[in-house]
């Protein structure tokens, strides 16, 4: 008996929908996504653990997919955060920055603005080169002390403007130093004047104030030159160059 072409057409249509059926097994489940308590959890035991990148990937999901979370914004911060730990401080820089354009005045602002001073902090240069990074971490932790006055780490950041400042005293010293050897005494001179000026409470006064007295002897402005000297004997007497300014002056009578 020869089947009716109605009953090929209903033989044909079950046979694709078991074919169809069949195939659904052969394809991978949907990825679940997690709910942002547990990725958050997982993204820090990765960070813990030193897998930045499988951390950031846990609290990308998080800001992505559950962006009105309370987790969001401290995963938004851990971004960052793991990328401070791994030393891509430009990356971790960037990120931070986008915290605070979105929440300057969530609970953790000022630690994530203290991690934006010292992503900067930890990438100043030696002396003899540009100290860009100091000027930028100096202009951070002094933003953290003007917009959170009463955070915890208020404290740290005014040591460590102190460091800075002291770091660019001693690049101006040492550029005057070099003026000084290339016999160019008035560029030295503006370099000193502004140390003196600008930085009175670094290390590098006592110096300063002696570069600053020879340069005055050697343009034949003895006044100033013993001024200085004196200053440097009476206020700076315990240190070497207090010393030497002693001696200076005794070789002046």
């Not at 931070?96 to 203290?114: C, G, K, M, N, W």
């Not at 000084?180 to 009175?200: F, K, S």
């Not at 300063?208 to 001024?227: I, K, M, S, Y």
Request: aromatic share 10%; proline share 5%; charged share 25%.
């Amino acid at each position: 008996m020869v089947a009716s072409p109605t009953l090929l057409a209903r033989i044909a249509v079950a046979a694709l929908l078991v074919l169809a059926g069949g195939c659904g097994w052969l394809r991978n489940a949907p990825t679940p996504i997690l709910p942002p308590d547990e990725l958050y959890q997982i993204g820090e035991n990765e960070l813990v653990k030193k897998r930045y990148d499988e951390a950031r990937q846990n609290f990308r999901r998080i800001v992505e997919r559950h962006p009105n979370s309370t987790q969001a914004p401290r995963a938004r911060f851990l971004i960052g955060e793991a990328f401070y730990r791994e030393g891509e401080f430009a990356k971790a820089i960037k990120e931070f920055e986008t915290f605070l354009s979105f929440f300057p005045r969530h609970q953790i602002a000022d630690l994530v603005q203290y991690r934006l001073a010292m992503s900067y902090y930890d990438q100043m240069k030696p002396v003899e080169q540009d100290q860009g990074l100091t000027v930028k971490a100096m202009e951070h932790f002094r933003k953290l002390i003007k917009d959170y006055p009463e955070s915890r780490y208020a404290t740290d950041a005014l040591a460590k403007i102190d460091v800075c400042r002291g770091r660019v005293a001693q690049k101006e010293l040492w550029v005057a130093a070099y003026y000084v050897n290339q016999g160019n005494p008035t560029a030295a001179r503006q370099r000193l004047e502004l140390i003196v000026r600008d930085y009175p409470r670094t290390l590098v006064i006592p110096e300063t104030l002696f570069l600053l007295a020879e340069v005055n002897f050697a343009d034949g402005r003895n006044a100033e030159a013993v001024g200085l000297l004196r200053r440097l004997s009476e206020e700076f007497g315990h240190t070497e160059f207090g010393r030497r300014a002693v001696q200076r002056l005794r070789a002046q009578r």
